[in-house]
C-alpha cells in the first residue's frame, strides 16, 4: 500500500512540475525565515495552490535548514487542505522519515492517518484504504496515548470500524435475501466477532436469529435470544426479538 502510494505521489508530482515550474513561487529571497514567511502567509490565506508552489521550492532550496521540517509539515496540509490526500499522505511520510525528531512528526503522523481516513471510500467500495487508516490511527494511540488528538483517533476507528460492519450487514442481508442463509450467518457471526463494539451488533445478532429460524434450527435461536438479551437490553430490535421468542 505504501509503494504504491509513493509512486502515485511521485507520478502527480512529476506531472505538476511539468505543468507549472519555480516561476510560480514567491519565494525570491535566500534568507530560510524569510522564504517561510512568504509561504506560510499564502497557506494563512488559504491559497493552498501558492503555499504548495512555494513550500515546494523550500523542500529543494533550503533543504537541511532550520525551516525545513515545519515547510515540509506544511506542504502537506496544504495538500490535505485541497483534499489532494494521495499526496499529502506522501509529504507526510516525507516528513516522519526524514525530521523523525522533529516537533512536527506527532502532529504529521496523526494528519497522515486523516490522509488515509480522506481516502476511505464509500461502504459499497474496496476497503483497503480503510483498514490502513484504522492501522495509522491505531499507531498514532500506541506512541502518543495522551496528545490532544487522541480522543479524534478513537472516534474515526469507530467511525471507520462502522463502516466495515455496515459492509459485512448489507452482505448477509443480501444473502438473506437469496436464502442463503448459511453463508448470512457466516456474515452476522463475522460482525459479532470483529465488530462487536459497533453500532451494528445488534442489527447481526438479530439478523442471525432470522436466518437460523429460516434454517428451523429452534434451539440455536433461543440460545442467540438469549443472548441478545443479555448483550444488548436497551436495543430498538429487542420487541422484535421477544416476538420471535413467544412464537417459538
Given at each position: ?12 508530482s ?38 504548495i ?72 467500495l ?14 498514532f ?12 483517533c ?33 456474515y ?6 470483529e ?19 429460516a ?34
Amino acid at each position: 500500500m505504501k509503494l504504491y502510494l509513493v509512486l502515485t505521489a511521485l507520478l502527480i508530482s512529476v506531472l505538476i512540475s511539468a505543468c507549472s515550474g519555480t516561476d510560480r513561487s514567491n519565494i525570491n529571497t535566500d534568507d530560510p525565515e524569510k522564504a517561510f514567511k512568504i509561504a506560510y502567509d499564502s497557506y494563512l490565506k488559504k491559497d493552498y495552490l501558492q503555499a504548495i508552489d512555494d513550500f515546494t521550492v523550500i523542500k529543494v532550496k533550503f533543504s537541511g535548514s532550520s525551516i525545513s521540517d515545519k515547510s515540509q509539515y506544511y506542504l502537506g496540509m496544504s495538500y490535505l487542505n485541497r483534499e489532494e490526500f494521495v499526496l499529502a499522505a506522501y509529504e507526510f511520510e516525507y516528513l516522519l522519515k526524514n525530521y523523525a525528531t522533529s516537533s512536527f512528526a506527532v502532529d504529521g503522523r496523526f494528519q497522515l492517518a486523516m490522509c488515509y481516513f480522506g481516502l476511505s471510500p464509500r461502504y459499497a467500495l474496496d476497503q483497503t484504504y480503510t483498514y490502513q487508516a484504522i492501522s495509522e490511527f491505531k499507531n498514532f494511540l500506541e506512541l502518543y496515548p495522551t496528545d490532544k488528538n487522541a480522543p479524534e483517533c478513537e472516534a474515526k476507528i469507530r467511525e471507520l470500524r462502522n463502516k466495515l460492519a455496515f459492509k459485512d450487514l448489507k452482505a448477509a442481508e443480501l444473502y438473506y435475501k437469496m436464502d442463503d442463509y448459511k453463508s448470512s450467518i457466516v456474515y452476522y457471526d463475522h460482525i459479532l466477532s470483529e465488530y462487536f463494539d459497533t453500532d451494528y451488533a445488534d442489527d447481526a445478532l438479530y439478523g442471525k436469529i432470522v436466518s437460523l429460524m429460516a434454517k428451523k434450527k429452534y434451539d440455536d435461536v433461543k440460545k442467540e435470544i438469549e443472548r441478545f438479551q443479555s448483550r444488548f437490553p436497551k436495543s430498538d430490535l429487542l420487541v422484535k426479538v421477544e416476538r420471535i421468542k413467544k412464537s417459538l
